[in-house]
């Protein structure tokens, strides 16, 4: 069985960074693109960041392009999201999510209804 597990979430000040990871257990990253999603209280989930499963093809949304990094590393299990100058409208719970691909297919997955695993969440909180 497939498993996310994020970790990294946390309180900081707007300006601040903050570094998630998420680590998949039951099978290797290599065989899933990832994504990073979010959801603040009172909204829809959106889309931040996506990778293809080779880390070749990186996708942001607007809102964190040239703020946000989303990197992986398969030989660890481990997909990243670097977050730099942190804005008080980043605050949300942060989901990652797994879509299984063939290994020809390396592009990055931005709709969340196309992810086939998630994890259950990391809290992060940017007061002004």
């Known amino acids: 069985q497939v498993q996310l597990v994020e970790s990294g979430g946390g309180w900081v000040q707007a300006g601040g960074s903050l570094r998630l990871s998420c680590i998949i257990s039951g099978d290797t990253l290599k065989n899933y693109a990832m994504g990073w999603f979010r959801q603040a209280p009172g909204k829809e989930r959106e889309f931040v960041a996506a990778?293809?499963?080779?880390?070749?093809?990186?996708d942001y949304d607007d809102s964190v392009k040239g703020r946000f990094a989303i990197s992986r590393d398969n030989a660890k299990n481990t997909v990243y999201l670097q977050m730099n100058n942190l804005k008080p409208e980043d605050t949300a719970v942060y989901y990652c999510?797994?879509?299984?691909?063939?290994?020809?297919?390396?592009?990055?997955?931005?709709?969340?209804?196309?992810?086939?695993?998630w994890g259950q969440g990391t809290q992060v909180t940017v007061s002004s």
């Open positions: 999510a797994a879509d299984s691909v063939d290994w020809s297919s390396d592009y990055t997955v931005n709709m969340d209804f196309e992810y086939d695993y």
């Open positions: 990778i293809s499963w080779s880390g070749r093809s990186i």
